[in-house]
């Protein structure tokens, strides 16, 4: 089938790879010409593990293209996605103006008919608003294309998309529509269909509304691991186990009761606070998603206050890691913005290291921050070192050869990657979430 995905970025760039590979032909149609360009020479402009060999091949068979211009792609293609972003604007609402753009560009330049499906993550109601939208427009030109639009959330994690979206836990659809929506759907993931992955079927609203519920779902068990990590300091109790012990119910399971500085990234932060936002217009109470907001950002708080109560003035700090997680380079709240700026802010100095993210990160941190090249090199001559991101490079590290590198002794394990024993044994000092601290 040949379809348009518009915007290009984390979602849309991963799904047109992932569609072309899968045999449909795929326009990428995105506003940023460089980026455009970047793509049509085989390069993928962010980092994303397998993306960029999709990519090659995509442009290999043909399958892929990419343009600027949506009009261009347009006559082509029978299903047209929106995968802009939509960043926290006033009040933390979702932004959606670059949906709508798309929306009503469709509708200004179809000359037949198409299915608009929105992947980008939009509040509830906004399916509706871009049907109107669409109808004004062809009202307004005197055409009368059948364009409905259909909600189909992406739940893809960064460092996993090109495994997610070609292996989906499930692919959710939302359809008001009775004219052949459903069907197009069916037809488009039938290559996901038959490997046996669920595709499920609601109306457009529940749709909208399972991709908040499960990112803040999410993000709360990440929160309420974070919140008993002050119980477990104050006690003597280890956060670790306490996870394990919850975790190996079945109820309950392992995912997400990983303590530590709290969540970041482009998604959860944005859409808990963007759900609390559409509960809020609708008057419904949400206690719980509130919660999970203030944790978050309490735990992080909570990290750099000790931090910076252990240093002493003018203090050189190590730090490994600045995405928001491994496997990206996005940088989107990633918790190393707000942890630089806090040791700066207080007078010291730092020599940060990332696999990966170096590039994307200059932008967000503090000019004076220096960049190593190798784990080792950002740790020499530390008072202290900080992990903030949890790459599988820092997980493997010599505590020997850190020590011998190091200035002063104490590691702030951010991601709680490390056994406390492990790094006490080789003469340092360590600082985990919830767990023991050495003395
Ligand atoms: P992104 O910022 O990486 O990419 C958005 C792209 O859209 C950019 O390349 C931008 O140039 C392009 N764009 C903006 N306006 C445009 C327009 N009018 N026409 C054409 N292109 C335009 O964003 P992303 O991370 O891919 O997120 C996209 C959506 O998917 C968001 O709603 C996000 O919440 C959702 N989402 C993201 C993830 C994730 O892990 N990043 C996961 C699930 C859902």
Not at 225 to 253: F, H, P, S
Not at 405 to 410: A, E, F, I, L, P
Request: aromatic share 8%.
């Amino acid at each position: 089938m040949k379809i348009a995905i518009v915007g290009t970025g984390y979602v849309g760039l991963v799904s047109a790879a992932c569609f072309a590979e899968l045999g449909h032909e795929v326009i990428g149609v995105d506003i940023d010409a460089a980026k455009v360009q970047m793509l049509e020479s085989g390069k993928s402009p962010m980092y994303e593990p397998g993306l960029e060999e999709l990519l090659k091949s995509g442009l290999k068979t043909g399958r892929l293209t990419f343009t600027t211009k949506l009009e261009e792609a347009l006559p082509h293609v029978k299903i047209v996605f929106s995968a802009v972003a939509t960043p926290p604007g006033e009040g933390y609402k979702a932004d959606l103006r670059a949906v709508f753009i798309v929306a009503e560009t469709v509708a200004k330049f179809a000359n037949h008919d198409v299915l608009f499906v929105n992947k980008s993550t939009v509040p509830v109601g906004t399916g509706e608003e871009c049907e109107k939208r669409i109808a004004k427009v062809l009202k307004d030109r005197g055409v009368q294309f059948h364009i409905p639009v259909v909600s189909n959330p992406e739940f893809l994690r960064e460092g996993m998309a090109v495994p997610d979206t070609m292996m989906p836990d499930r692919v959710i659809v939302g359809v008001n529509d009775t004219n052949g929506s459903r069907e197009l759907m069916e037809e488009l993931y039938r290559p996901i269909t038959r490997v046996g992955k669920p595709l499920v079927f609601m109306s457009r609203e529940s749709a909208e509304i399972v991709k908040y519920a499960s990112n803040a779902f999410l993000a709360t068990k990440i929160s309420f691991i974070n919140m008993l990590t002050g119980l477990a300091e104050a006690t003597g109790a280890n956060i670790r186990d306490i996870a394990k012990g919850m975790g190996l119910d079945n109820r309950i399971g392992p995912k997400f009761l990983h303590a530590g500085i709290g969540y970041g990234g482009s998604c959860f932060p944005k859409d808990v606070k963007a759900l609390l936002a559409t509960a809020q217009e609708y008057g419904i109470p949400m206690p719980i998603v509130e919660a999970t907001d203030t944790v978050n950002q309490l735990q992080r708080k909570r990290f750099i206050e000790k931090v910076l109560q252990s240093l002493p003035k003018k203090s050189h700090v190590g730090v490994w890691g600045l995405s928001f997680k491994p496997k990206t380079d996005d940088m989107r709240e990633a918790p190393s913005i707000d942890v630089l700026k806090a040791l700066f802010d207080a007078g010291h100095s730092v020599t940060a290291y990332d696999p990966v993210a170096t590039e994307k990160a200059k932008p967000h941190l503090p000019a004076s921050t220096q960049y190593a090249e190798s784990p080792l090199e950002a740790a020499k001559e530390a008072d202290v070192l900080l992990i903030l991101t949890e790459w599988d490079i820092f997980r493997g590290a010599d505590m020997h050869e850190l020590k011998s590198v190091m200035k002063g002794k104490d590691i702030f394990d951010g991601r709680n990657i490390y056994e406390s024993k492990d790094v006490t044994d080789a003469g340092l000092k360590y600082h985990g979430i919830g767990v023991p601290s050495s003395l």
